[in-house]
């Protein structure tokens, strides 16, 4: 794996903003870049697609959308896929959300995420759009997402053309499940694996646990063999690095950028 398929994330350092981001992946040479809707929405939406485009960088994802369990879902992620379009992916990422007083337990949250998806499926093939279901570490199952394996990911998306839905293998929320290795090679059969993300697993995890994904080659995960395993697969597309780290944030973004990128060499 080379330079050729790497993707920074955004969030990896937000501390960046967009325009200096952009300018920093031309100069490293970094081809892709995932992206955020508050930020892109925070800098226009318009202007972030001109300068993303004018820079010749690929957008491999944009995330979020989702939270189908909460009100207001329909519009926000009918948004958002106009958003990925007009930001030139074809990959929007779906966090699914959590237990609310509609959906008070796991398996009516799943139904309420199977029949939003369902709405919005159409909607997003029509416009180009692969929504990507990402299943979360089940330490937010309760509040982010009632979606914690691969295998659960894919019985909702199976539902579906695999060319208008499909899942993320993450790395970090799916290393510890010792079935994801047989659900990553039935989502490559299927062509549902629709972006690969990369961060590390480091213990002790910090209070908030939201922000403890490590830089890469830090922790717990075998990254390397995660990379063969979706390689095997069949998946070719970008391996986009997401890490959430609050000391890495406290950084020099354009340092912590460069000791990413050689991180994902290294590893």
Not at 46 to 74: I, K, N, P, Q, Y
Not at 100 to 118: K, M, N, Q, V, Y
Not at 127 to 148: F, K, N, Q, T
């Amino acid at each position: 794996m080379n330079l050729d398929r790497f993707s920074i994330n955004q969030m990896t350092v937000k501390q960046l903003a967009l325009p200096e981001l952009v300018a920093e992946c031309v100069r490293l040479g970094i081809p892709g870049i995932g992206l955020w809707r508050e930020p892109v929405q925070a800098y226009g939406v318009e202007a972030a697609a001109a300068l993303v485009r004018d820079a010749g960088l690929t957008v491999t994802t944009l995330c979020r959308g989702g939270f189908f369990t909460a009100d207001g879902w329909e519009a926000e992620n009918r948004a958002a896929i106009d958003e990925a379009v007009t930001l030139g992916t074809d990959t929007l990422v779906l966090v699914s959300g959590g237990l609310t007083p509609a959906c008070p337990d796991l398996l009516s949250a799943r139904a309420r995420i199977t029949e939003a998806i369902g709405a919005l499926a159409p909607y997003a093939g029509e416009r180009g759009i692969r929504l990507a279901i990402e299943p979360l570490h089940p330490m937010y199952a309760s509040d982010r997402c009632a979606v914690s394996t691969l295998d659960q990911a894919l019985a909702i998306a199976e539902h579906f053309p695999p060319g208008q839905v499909g899942v993320v293998v993450d790395t970090y929320h799916l290393w510890w499940d010792d079935r994801a290795p047989a659900a990553v090679e039935r989502a490559g059969a299927a062509g549902r694996i629709h972006s690969f993300q990369l961060a590390d697993w480091t213990t002790p995890l910090p209070a908030g646990v939201l922000n403890g994904r490590g830089q890469l080659g830090t922790g717990a995960i075998a990254l390397r063999a995660w990379a063969d395993l979706v390689e095997k697969a069949g998946w070719t597309g970008p391996v986009e690095v997401e890490l959430f780290n609050d000391e890495l944030w406290s950084r020099d973004g354009v340092e912590v950028l460069e000791e990413t990128l050689d991180s994902f060499l290294a590893v």
